[in-house]
């Protein structure tokens, strides 16, 4: 059971906006610390998405949002495409866990 | 370019040992820390720990204490992850990522895998 919690599954139809939320508490998120955001494609490595709370690395479309408040986080993604179809994991260090530990995951479905 | 590249997959009996290796390049190894991240089939993310690329210096999540080892060859830019007394629920996909700092913060670079399968 992780300290992150997001939805096990989320779908959108093409061209749709859905969001992704991670749910922390005082020991992470609510603590201030960043929340970072990976994208896991089927049958490849994780990828970076989105780090410190809210930036993009170089190559990642602006489709892709992030947002941070209170002890939640979460990723916006509009446009919805195909290939966005993938998981999705939220990342924030923990102190009682002393790292930055991974949310469950969120399976993203392109309907 | 930074590159993360893992040995091949392996097929180990239980109680047997693996050694996976991460070979790096495009970047100066001992200024990121390495983190390891284990994913059981089908299953999510969870990150096993990190080892201080400078000093050599591992720190295990809980959880992965006593059988995993996170070990160094800093003169060939690789990091290994050495798993002991092997059990069939280790089978899982183990990756290396290199981290933003030299501490762990986010997960910057991932190798691609590998697969230990534990089966007798």
């Known amino acids: 059971q992780s300290v992150l919690t997001q939805p096990p599954s989320v779908s959108g139809a093409p061209g749709q906006r859905v969001t992704i939320s991670c749910t922390g508490s005082?020991?992470?998120?609510?603590?201030?610390?960043?929340v970072h955001w990976y994208q896991q494609l089927p049958g490849t490595a994780p990828k970076l998405l989105i780090y410190?709370?809210?930036n993009r690395p170089s190559g990642v479309p602006d489709r892709f949002s992030a947002s941070k408040s209170g002890a939640s986080a979460s990723l916006a993604i509009t446009g919805l495409q195909a290939e966005d179809e993938a998981d999705y994991y939220c990342?924030?260090?923990?102190?009682?866990?002393?790292?930055?530990?991974f949310g469950g995951g969120t399976k993203l479905t392109v309907l | 370019q930074v590159q993360l590249v893992q040995s091949g997959s392996e097929l180990k009996k239980p109680g047997a040992s693996v050694k996976v290796s991460c070979k790096a390049s495009?970047?100066?190894?001992?200024?990121?820390?390495i983190n390891w991240v284990r994913q059981a089939p089908g299953q999510g993310l969870e990150r096993m720990g990190w080892?201080?690329?400078?000093?050599?210096?591992?720190t295990y999540a809980p959880g992965f204490t006593g059988r995993f080892v996170f070990s160094l060859d800093t003169s060939v830019s690789t990091a290994f992850l050495q798993i002991n007394s092997l059990k069939p629920e280790d089978t899982a996909v183990y990756y290396c990522?290199?981290?933003?700092?030299?501490?762990?913060?986010?997960?910057?670079?991932w190798g691609q895998g590998t697969l230990v399968t534990v089966s007798s």
């Open positions: 990522a290199r981290d933003f700092a030299s501490v762990p913060y986010y997960f910057e670079y």
């Open positions: 495009g970047y100066t190894f001992t200024n990121y820390a």
């Open positions: 080892i201080n690329t400078n000093t050599g210096n591992p």
């Open positions: 005082n020991s992470n998120i609510g603590s201030g610390y960043d």
């Open positions: 410190t709370n809210n």
């Open positions: 990342q924030s260090y923990d102190t009682s866990l002393t790292g930055p530990e």
